[in-house]
């Protein structure tokens, strides 16, 4: 089967790769460990996830990709080059067309590097599309229509939200909160409260599994070990779910604050559509519990969840990769 054209969602967190009439084939971390003495790339995705926290000063297991943006080019187009290898098989004789998404908020310069990052690690043309256009695509949102559809995705670096109607962003706004910031705020209130420290798995961990944007009223617990901060020694405590919702309400509130700046610009007609509609909540942090109850209790607009709200960038850069005719005014630029 050859493989011609590639939808990737390089997020902060997790790249995700999808071929048309496939789905989605890669979903792997946004990981890359680096050996320090020649520089070489040891390990990418779920491997070199495994050794975040846990590396020998020799080797440095990092993200190269910042608040939704290239922080470490070199290692961005290595990592770029390991996923166009993988869905493609090893031998491949053609390159293929690969549609990127990048965050609402890139400017040129940005934009440009994931350009040249992308051709470099063996696309024959590069498409960049912005992320909110790419998730309302994926989640089923008809955005070609003369009609305003409300889109929030939320990330591991970035929370984007966007107004999009006849294919094009009308009013958007980007907050650098997303899976990565809420996982700090777990790890300082734990290492406040219980003073305890804990790695960034384990906050992600604590997230998952009892992580809720609203105070419940039958709560979970889990217990947790780390590093105590007094004695030295390791120690295990149990936390309660609302703890953590007590610890993540800033950075909830702050991606609320944006979504009602965008609300705020929205031209009428528009917004008259969108509470008619109701808002579409995509990305990884869309599984945090209760948060589209949340964001429907302070803006008073009705939010759902997208299906499968993680695959939806991809999905959408997949269905524009095979339908680029339909979604020509989306596509920013190609190389």
């Excluded at 519990?289 to 991809?314: F, M, S, W």
Aim: charged share 25%; hydrophobic share 45%; glycine share 8%.
């Amino acid at each position: 089967m050859f493989i011609k054209k590639i939808g990737i969602d390089l997020g902060t967190a997790n790249t995700l790769v999808y071929v048309p009439k496939k789905g989605v084939i890669i979903n792997e971390p946004t990981v890359v460990a680096v050996s320090l003495e020649d520089n070489r790339i040891l390990a990418v995705g779920n491997e070199a996830k495994k050794m975040l926290g846990r590396t020998p000063e020799t080797i440095v297991a990092s993200r190269p990709m910042k608040d939704g943006v290239i922080a470490d080019y070199r290692v961005t187009e290595a990592m770029l080059r390991y996923f166009i290898d993988k869905a493609l098989g090893r031998l491949h004789f053609f390159r293929p067309d690969v549609m990127v998404a990048v965050a609402a908020g890139i400017t040129s310069t940005e934009r440009r590097a994931v350009i040249e990052a992308t051709v470099k690690a063996g696309a024959k043309a590069a498409y960049v599309v912005k992320e909110p256009v790419l998730a309302a695509i994926g989640a089923g949102l008809s955005i070609n229509e003369p009609a305003g559809h409300m889109i929030v995705d939320m990330g591991g670096g970035t929370s984007e939200m966007a107004v999009i109607s006849l294919g094009g962003i009308v009013a958007w706004a980007s907050v650098r909160i997303g899976g990565d910031k809420i996982d700090q705020a777990i790890s300082e209130y734990i290492r406040k409260k219980h003073n305890l420290a804990i790695g960034e798995r384990t906050a992600e961990e604590i997230k998952i599994k009892i992580g809720s944007a609203l105070p419940q009223e039958s709560q979970e617990s889990l217990e947790i070990r780390g590093r105590d901060l007094l004695s030295g020694l390791p120690k295990t405590v149990e936390v309660k779910s609302n703890e953590i919702n007590e610890a993540i309400s800033d950075q909830l509130r702050e991606i609320v604050q944006a979504i009602k700046a965008v609300l705020h610009e929205t031209p009428p007609e528009l917004a008259a559509d969108i509470i008619d509609k109701g808002m579409t909540l995509s990305g990884g942090g869309a599984l945090l519990r209760h948060l589209n109850e949340l964001i429907t209790q302070l803006t008073g607009v009705n939010c759902v969840v997208a299906k499968d709200p993680l695959l939806c960038v991809a999905r959408g850069a997949g269905l524009a990769l095979e339908h680029l005719d339909v979604y020509k005014r989306s596509i920013m630029s190609k190389k």
